[in-house]
């Protein structure tokens, strides 16, 4: 069946540092894939997405990567600062709305 | 412009009630989607609704129903509740098919 899974629960940096969050798919129909951020007491915030029919994609300190070959997807934060402590969830759809999440990582930013 | 808003935040019942709960869309926004979000299964999609219609369902009982008005606000219902269904219940809207979900902050149901 459908599945998202993430390698690491848990990743602790220092400010300033790059972060690098993996996520594994299996569903190799998805033509989405989104990055969601979640804080303590909210619902996910949408970071970022990226379609099937492209590799790489970048926003404002973020960078999504897709590797379609070995169905992997990664999050990448450039100089990681405390407010982005959270809970990160690849997700994969056919849609936006209909969406398979994986089970998180946590990012834990030190000063 | 506001988010969107789920009510109540809170709610505490008891096994074998039924529940309903609340969303107010983004203004403007047609599509209403319903999550589920438990510390054990995650993240999982309940249903989405466009137009008043139900357009996709995930994999939950009837017991999990739903429904949109003309104005976009949308209910969940659980009916004869389960411990199991304590969660976060999350909804999220769109402007349409394939634009980004904007989440609320949830309901908080303890099922006791």
Same mark, same amino acid.
């Given at each position: 069946g459908e599945s998202v899974g993430l390698h690491l629960p848990t990743l602790s940096v220092q400010e300033g540092d790059n972060s690098i969050i993996n996520c594994a798919y299996s569903n190799?129909?998805?033509d989405y894939f989104i990055w969601y951020k979640q804080e303590s007491g909210k619902g996910p915030q949408f970071i970022i997405d990226i379609r099937s029919n492209m590799d790489k994609r970048q926003g404002q300190r973020v960078t999504v990567l897709l590797n379609k070959t070995v169905k992997h997807l990664s999050l990448q934060i450039a100089? &990681?600062?405390?407010?982005?402590s959270a809970v990160y969830f690849c997700a994969e759809g056919? &849609?936006?709305?209909k969406l398979v999440f994986g089970t998180g990582t946590r990012l834990l930013v030190s000063p | 412009k506001a988010g969107v808003t789920q009510t109540p935040r809170y709610l505490i019942k008891t096994r074998g009630q039924q529940v309903t709960l609340s969303c107010s869309p983004i203004s403007g926004h047609r599509s209403v989607s319903w999550y589920q979000q438990t510390p054990g299964q995650g993240l999982q999609f309940l249903f989405e609704y466009f137009s008043e219609t139900q357009r996709n369902k995930g994999n939950?009982?009837?017991?999990f129903s739903g429904r949109q008005f003309s104005n976009s606000r949308s209910e969940m219902n659980v009916s004869?509740?389960?411990?199991?269904?304590s969660a976060l219940y999350l909804c999220a809207s769109s402007l349409g098919r394939n634009e980004k979900l904007f989440f609320g902050s949830g309901t908080q149901l303890s099922v006791l």
């Open positions: 190799s129909a998805s100089a &990681t600062q405390p407010g982005d056919g &849609t936006f709305q | 939950f009982p009837g017991r004869t509740l389960e411990l199991g269904d």
